[in-house]
Structures are given as C-alpha cells and as structure tokens.
C-alpha cells in the first residue's frame, strides 16, 4: 500500500493542471478507489483532495509571482472564473493572488508529500478474519459529524436521549453476530474528512430474515469478510489509537483493504463510568 500510495503522489504531481480520474489511477495500481482515499487521509492527515488543491495552489503560487496572466492560470488549475480560483488560492495562502503579486508573501507551501513505512514490531495487534453471512443492523439513526479525536459530543447526547430501557429491549432483539449492543458508523465520506457527516447507528445485529419493529431504522449488511480488532483500554483513546494503526500498521502489512461499508464497534466490557473499556472494532474488507 505504501507503494501504491506513493505512485499515486507522483502521478498527481504531473498531471496537477489536469482532470486527475483517481477511480481509474486505482484500478490501474491493483487497489480501490476506496480503499486508496481512507489509507491517503488516515496516513497523510488530510484528504486526497484537499492534497491535490493545496499543490496546485503551491505551483500557481508561483505562476502568479512570475506575473503570468490570471485568467490563464484559473483556467490552467480548472476553475471557470478568477473568482473561484482567487478564492481557492486565499483558502491555501491566506492572502489573494494580487496580494502575493504586490508584497510577495505570506505563502503556504504543501510540499510533495513520501509515504514511509516504518516498521517498530513492538506492539501486537490482536486481530482476527472473519466471514460473515448478510444480516442486518437496526436500532436507532442520526446524522452526526466525523471527529477524529475524543469523545464525540453529537453521538453521546443522542445515545443519552434514548428511553432508559431501550438498550435493553435492543439487546433482546440482536441475534447475530457481532453481538451486544453496536456502534455503527455509515455512509463515511471517503477522504475521512473531519467534520464531514456520517449516519450513526446504535442498535445491534440481527440475521438477514429477522422480523424488524417498525419503530427501528435498518442496515442491510451483505455477506463478506471483516478484520476484526480487539482492545482494550481508556476510552474512547484506546480505541481510537487502534483504529489509526490498523491504517498505520496494519493494512500496510497485510494482503487486506478496506471495502465500502459501514464500521461497527461492539462494547465487549466497560467500566460503570466507560472511562475504560474492552471494545471489538469491525472493518469490512477483501482481499487486496
């Protein structure tokens, strides 16, 4: 993955002034489209996207400096108006174009980003395959935004506003596995970027012919595989560590990608106040 990953990078850097198809540049590195904007954002810090626009604002920073015609360099980047790309230039440098041009500065650089691997070995990751026939998630939705760190304020003031007795209703309904109560995060943008929406789901797995109270939202789940990755630990910091390695470390070094799907976290063990806790956390993926 780092190789691919840093071919990527260099297909990007030649053709920054043109319509860069990154679907089709995946497919052609043997991966996913998918699977290569999660491992870019979780290891570069940043979507895909947002590395593309901050180079070319870097070389047209240049261009604009060597007095070249606005328009042209708009044009050169894919913006249909000086306006658009004035106002994509200032979200990267802080100042306009024509501020650059009179004072020379200030300027934000994004350099060409090298994906390293650095392999430590000094911390097992406890993990297990495993396949899994369709079942189906239910239990109760709401949009909330993506934070990457910490406890996220959105899902707990919904899960806090759920009828006392309802956890308990919901585990006598799951029936499959992964079993207890879920945490469920669906419909994730695919550059991972923060603040960005996602459907979260609390609820539990029941299999593909359960009958549903009309009351729940439904996931359908089709049949496939999922790596499976135990810990435990502070939470939700533990769980969270884990889940940066498992982009860090552990797909890296292993013949497994993330596919689309939704990402599921049981709560196997916690303590009274969820300062600790022993939590699963499921990816789907396939086979790289």
Same mark, same amino acid.
């Given at each position: ?46 979507? &895909? ?57 200030? &300027? ?8 390293? &691997? ?139 990608? &993330? ?30």
């Amino acid at each position: 993955m780092i190789a691919v990953l840093n071919r990527l990078v260099e297909y990007v850097e030649h053709h920054l002034t043109e319509d860069i198809d990154i679907g089709g540049l995946a497919t052609g590195l043997g991966t996913t489209e998918y699977h290569v904007r999660r491992m870019f954002s979780s290891l570069a810090g940043m979507p &895909l996207s947002e590395y593309i626009r901050r180079r070319r604002m870097t070389v047209a920073a240049a261009e604009v400096l060597a007095g070249d015609v606005l328009v042209d360099i708009a044009v050169r980047y894919g913006y249909g108006s000086t306006e658009a790309f004035q106002r994509a230039f200032r979200a990267v440098h802080g100042v306009g174009p024509g501020d650059l041009r009179r004072h020379g500065g200030p &300027l934000r650089s994004q350099s060409q980003l090298r994906f390293r &691997l650095t392999v430590e070995g000094n911390t097992p990751m406890d993990t297990r395959i495993t396949a899994q026939p369709a079942f189906r998630m239910i239990g109760h939705a709401t949009p909330v935004p993506l934070i990457h760190v910490g406890a996220n304020p959105h899902i707990q003031a919904f899960i806090a506003g759920l009828p006392a007795d309802e956890h308990a209703r919901l585990k006598r309904l799951g029936n499959a596995a992964p079993t207890g109560l879920l945490q469920v995060s669906a419909d994730v943008d695919p550059d991972y970027t923060e603040g960005s929406e996602l459907t979260y789901l609390h609820g539990v797995a029941v299999d593909a012919h359960s009958s549903v109270p009309a009351d729940l939202t439904v996931m359908e789940v089709p049949p496939g595989d999922w790596a499976v990755f135990r810990t435990s630990g502070p939470y939700p910091e533990a769980l969270q560590s884990m889940w940066a390695a498992t982009a860090t470390d552990w797909f890296p070094s292993n013949p497994w990608r &993330l596919r689309p799907g939704p990402a599921l976290v049981a709560v196997l063990e916690r303590a009274e106040d969820f300062a600790t806790a022993t939590c699963e956390l499921w990816l789907p993926v396939e086979r790289g």
